[in-house]
C-alpha cells in the first residue's frame, strides 16, 4: 500500500504523540488469525524499550528478502492507537503475491521477527470541525478507519460519522459484528456494508452493489464532508471524483491509494 493523502496533515485529534519519527523496528510475530477467507489479522509484539506511537491512519512497512535482494511493503495499521507495545495489521493473501503469501503463512509459534519501517503515512484524521466524517473502503482498506473511529467516537462522539464498505462477497466482510455493535452503542455513527455479488438464497439484507453508488445514494452533495478514502486503485479513484462531483471540497478529500495489484 502506498499512501496518498491531500492535504499535508494538520494535527490530529486528541493528545496522541503526534512527532514520533519514523524508524526501523522489529516486530516479533505473536498471532496469525485467518478471519476471513484469504483474509489475515496478524499481530506482533514491540521491544519494551521500542513501543510505537503512531496516529489513526499510519502505515508499517516491511524489508522482506526476495531471491537476495531486499523487498518492501506497506501495510495499514489495524489496531488501537493506544496500544504502543502491540501492532495488528489485515493482510489480504493475494495468489502469487511474494508478500502476503509469506506474510499470511508466518506461524506464530516460534515468534518470528521481521524488520520494518513505521510509523509512516500522511493519512491521518483531521479535526472535523461542523463537518460529517465520511469513510469509504473496499476490502481490506478497512484497516486504517477501525483506530480512526476509535479516535473518533473518544474525542468527537457528536461528530456525525459513516462508513462504507464494500466487499464481493457476504463472507469477505470482516469485523462486521463489531461495526454493528459500534453503530448500536454509538447514535451518530452509521454503518454501511455494501456487496457486489449477493447470495442467491436472499440472505443477505444489506446494500448492493458498490460503494460509490451507495455514498452517492446517501449524500447528494458532500460540501460538509471530510471524505476518506481507501481499498484498489480503481473505486479510490472512481470514488474520489465522485466526490469532487458531489460538490466535496478538494483540500476535504483524503485518499489511501494502492497499487493496480497487492501483493
Not at 476471513?36 to 489513526?56: C, Q
Not at 493482510?91 to 511474494?98: D, I, N, R
Not at 454493528?180 to 451518530?188: D, E, I, N
Amino acid at each position: 500500500m502506498t499512501a496518498d493523502a491531500l492535504p499535508l496533515p494538520q494535527p490530529a485529534l486528541g493528545p496522541l504523540p503526534s512527532g514520533q519519527p519514523p524508524h526501523r523496528r522489529s516486530l516479533a510475530l505473536v498471532s496469525n488469525e485467518e478471519v476471513a477467507p484469504a483474509i489475515h489479522v496478524l499481530t506482533f509484539d514491540l521491544p519494551p524499550t521500542d513501543p510505537l506511537y503512531f496516529l489513526p491512519g499510519q502505515y508499517v512497512t516491511f524489508y522482506l528478502q526476495r531471491e537476495g535482494r531486499s523487498v518492501t511493503r506497506s501495510y495499514s495499521i489495524f489496531s488501537s492507537a493506544e496500544r504502543h507495545e502491540r501492532v495488528s495489521l489485515l493482510v489480504k493473501e493475494v495468489p502469487h503475491g511474494f508478500a502476503s503469501t509469506y506474510l499470511c503463512g508466518l506461524s506464530p509459534a516460534a515468534r518470528p521477527s521481521l524488520m520494518a519501517l513505521a510509523p509512516l503515512g500522511r493519512f491521518v484524521l483531521q479535526d472535523p470541525g461542523g463537518r460529517i466524517v465520511v469513510l469509504v473502503a473496499t476490502g481490506v482498506g478497512l484497516a486504517p478507519f477501525v483506530p480512526m473511529l476509535e479516535l473518533l467516537r473518544r474525542d468527537r462522539p457528536e461528530t456525525p460519522v459513516w462508513l462504507f464498505l464494500g466487499n464481493r462477497y457476504a463472507a469477505e466482510m470482516v469485523y462486521h459484528t463489531e461495526l454493528r455493535a459500534l453503530s448500536a452503542a454509538w447514535p451518530t455513527f452509521h454503518f454501511v456494508p455494501v456487496i457486489s455479488r449477493p447470495p442467491a438464497d436472499g440472505s443477505w439484507k444489506g446494500a448492493v452493489g458498490h460503494v460509490e453508488e451507495a455514498v452517492s445514494g446517501r449524500f447528494p452533495d458532500l460540501s460538509m464532508a471530510d471524505v476518506y478514502i481507501c481499498g484498489s486503485n480503481p473505486m479510490v479513484s472512481q470514488m474520489q471524483a465522485l466526490s469532487l462531483q458531489l460538490k466535496g471540497r478538494r483540500d476535504r478529500i483524503f485518499v489511501d491509494r494502492w497499487g493496480e495489484s497487492e501483493e
